[in-house]
């Protein structure tokens, strides 16, 4: 069993920076974050494998960055030049698949943090 402590969330204006952070109890071959807003089905934001490879939803890319210390179990997501419809609840996720691609699916991910909240004003 993994566990996934989330931190980092909060209140900025539109074209501020906010960066997450997720420490994981274990090893897991895939993590990423995802987010989900009142009244919509959580999505993908971002998806890291073991070996560096990331994913991104098309909103974000060239504004949000994932990353993770390996020596530390800590995932992170620096997002830039948030904007209004970022405003959502982020979830830090992870698993190991049977293969060995990272789905980037949440149903697919087994392990699942607390959530962060992150508003973003106009």
């Known amino acids: 069993q993994v566990q996934l402590v989330e931190s980092g969330g909060g209140s900025v204006q539109a074209g501020g920076s906010l960066r997450l952070s997720c420490a994981a109890s274990?090893?897991?071959?895939?993590m990423g974050w995802f987010r989900q807003a009142p009244g919509k089905e959580r999505e993908l934001v971002s998806i890291i494998r073991s070996d560096g490879r990331t994913s991104y939803q098309d909103s974000v890319k060239g504004r949000f960055t994932i990353s993770k210390d390996n020596a530390k179990d800590t995932l992170y997501l620096q997002m830039n030049s948030l904007k209004p419809e970022d405003t959502a609840m982020y979830y830090c996720?992870?698993?190991?698949?049977?293969?060995?691609?990272?789905?980037?699916?949440?149903?697919?991910?087994?392990?699942w943090g607390q959530g962060t909240q992150v508003t973003v004003s106009s």
């Open positions: 996720a992870a698993y190991n698949p049977l293969l060995y691609e990272c789905s980037t699916g949440a149903h697919d991910y087994g392990y």
């Open positions: 274990g090893y897991t071959h895939c």
